[in-house]
């Protein structure tokens, strides 16, 4: 877990580069101009292109081989902590980012020292390759494997799922002529790259097994049950989730919860909502409510009447007990007739509740 004490940031300014020797001292010089602190990362350059950096008040770490941009971020970023900054944010070597863009930056910071702050390109822009997708600001260390142009992708999903959250600032971008511009983007290897760890990110997302938390800040804190709905959704409401994919949760949770899964509710709950990308949370709450013995009941009374036309009405050790697998099978097709109805009615109370709740805060802010 991250440390709650962090009052005061101290960011630095980290420049990976690899063979960019035409561009780099401009972009060193006009991020000094900035911040005090920078940060150049040599990748394994072949061009010498750090020699331009002589007089320049920067500090130079080198990779003897290239490793790749991840690499070189977690290299900078390690020896950012240990010269005391809290925050970095990486600038690319090439002049594509305007480091006048870093004072966007830091006040975002200031507020949400714990966040990972994300460059908003602008992709209106002329010259814009279209292999380019995103650019990726990186301040938490996470437990990452990825040491190429993949390692921006795995920082944001996993840091997602670590509990950090992701807040975004305009930033400027400039991409040279085609003929001008220098990129180190293999399209097949690095394409591959991205596609295989989007299939394990992916994969993972849906498996039933809670993410590790980073992060445990008390104002982050709110648990999150059925017994209370509308603090519960207020909670969930600030994680970046609407109405409608509250309520749809919490509808699946609902109707899972309200099937005879005896002994696999929750890691069906947690596998469902996972595929779906629903918030599992929510799920899993709302599936207390078919907790015994109110929705069990209701489901073997209403499979006892669609089978004999009457309700059970004498609760014994022989309805109950050795006539167990006849209430199993009971239970069974009642649960198939309710749950999509109990699921209907809790989705639409969900939607309707958090629907009023976002508004209401909407008019007070």
Same mark, same amino acid.
């Given at each position: 877990?991250?440390?709650?004490?962090?009052?005061?940031?101290?960011?630095?300014?980290?420049?990976?580069?690899?063979?960019?020797?035409?561009?780099?001292?401009?972009?060193?010089?006009?991020?000094?101009?900035?911040?005090?602190?920078?940060?150049?990362?040599?990748?394994?350059?072949?061009?010498?292109?750090?020699?331009?950096?002589?007089?320049?008040?920067?500090?130079?770490?080198?990779?003897?081989?290239?490793?790749?941009?991840?690499?070189?971020?977690?290299?900078?970023?390690?020896?950012?902590?240990?010269?005391?900054?809290?925050?970095?944010?990486?600038?690319?070597?090439?002049?594509?980012?305007?480091?006048?863009?870093?004072?966007?930056?830091?006040?975002?910071?200031?507020?949400?020292?714990?966040?990972?702050?994300?460059?908003?390109?602008?992709?209106?822009?002329?010259?814009?390759?279209?292999?380019?997708?995103?650019?990726?600001?990186?301040?938490?260390?996470?437990?990452?494997?990825?040491?190429?142009?993949?390692?921006?992708? !795995?920082?944001?999903?996993?840091?997602?799922?670590?509990?950090?959250?992701?807040?975004?600032?305009?930033?400027?971008?400039?991409?040279?002529?085609?003929?001008?511009?220098?990129?180190?983007?293999?399209?097949?290897?690095?394409?591959?790259?991205?596609?295989?760890?989007?299939?394990?990110?992916?994969?993972?997302?849906?498996?039933?097994?809670?993410?590790?938390?980073?992060?445990?800040?008390?104002?982050?804190?709110?648990?999150?049950?059925?017994?209370?709905?509308?603090?519960?959704?207020?909670?969930?409401?600030?994680?970046?989730?609407?109405?409608?994919?509250?309520?749809?949760?919490?509808?699946?949770?609902?109707?899972?919860?309200?099937?005879?899964?005896?002994?696999?509710?929750?890691?069906?709950?947690?596998?469902?909502?996972?595929?779906?990308?629903?918030?599992?949370?929510?799920?899993?709450?709302?599936?207390?409510?078919?907790?015994?013995?109110?929705?069990?009941?209701?489901?073997? !009374?209403?499979?006892?009447?669609?089978?004999?036309?009457?309700?059970?009405? !004498?609760?014994?050790?022989?309805?109950?007990?050795?006539?167990?697998?006849?209430?199993?099978?009971?239970?069974?097709?009642?649960?198939?007739?309710?749950?999509?109805?109990?699921?209907?009615?809790?989705?639409?109370?969900?939607?309707?509740?958090?629907?009023?709740?976002?508004?209401?805060?909407?008019?007070?802010?």
């Amino acid at each position: 877990m991250l440390e709650k004490n962090l009052e005061n940031i101290k960011v630095g300014i980290v420049i990976p580069v690899y063979n960019h020797s035409k561009t780099l001292r401009d972009v060193v010089v006009r991020a000094l101009e900035i911040n005090a602190e920078v940060m150049v990362v040599d990748d394994g350059s072949t061009d010498r292109g750090i020699n331009s950096l002589t007089g320049l008040n920067v500090h130079i770490l080198n990779h003897p081989v290239n490793l790749g941009k991840g690499a070189a971020i977690l290299t900078a970023a390690k020896a950012c902590r240990q010269m005391g900054m809290t925050h970095l944010v990486t600038v690319d070597a090439d002049g594509q980012h305007n480091p006048d863009d870093f004072r966007r930056f830091v006040p975002v910071m200031q507020r949400n020292p714990y966040a990972i702050v994300v460059g908003k390109r602008n992709f209106q822009a002329v010259n814009i390759p279209g292999l380019t997708r995103f650019g990726r600001h990186f301040s938490k260390q996470l437990k990452l494997r990825e040491k190429g142009f993949a390692f921006e992708v !795995e920082v944001l999903v996993k840091a997602a799922w670590a509990g950090v959250k992701l807040k975004e600032v305009d930033v400027s971008v400039y991409y040279p002529p085609a003929n001008e511009r220098i990129s180190h983007f293999h399209v097949f290897r690095d394409n591959l790259r991205l596609t295989l760890l989007n299939t394990k990110l992916t994969l993972r997302s849906i498996a039933p097994v809670p993410h590790r938390q980073i992060l445990d800040l008390a104002e982050d804190n709110g648990k999150v049950s059925v017994w209370h709905p509308i603090r519960s959704l207020k909670q969930l409401l600030t994680e970046n989730a609407s109405p409608v994919r509250l309520a749809t949760a919490g509808a699946l949770g609902m109707f899972l919860g309200t099937l005879p899964l005896i002994g696999f509710h929750t890691i069906t709950i947690l596998f469902a909502a996972g595929f779906f990308r629903l918030n599992k949370v929510a799920a899993l709450s709302t599936s207390q409510l078919c907790m015994p013995p109110l929705v069990p009941a209701l489901c073997i !009374e209403t499979g006892y009447f669609l089978c004999h036309g009457k309700f059970l009405t !004498e609760i014994s050790l022989q309805t109950l007990g050795y006539q167990g697998l006849e209430r199993l099978y009971e239970w069974v097709i009642g649960s198939l007739l309710l749950a999509p109805f109990l699921s209907a009615c809790i989705g639409a109370i969900i939607y309707l509740m958090a629907f009023f709740i976002k508004r209401t805060k909407r008019a007070t802010t």
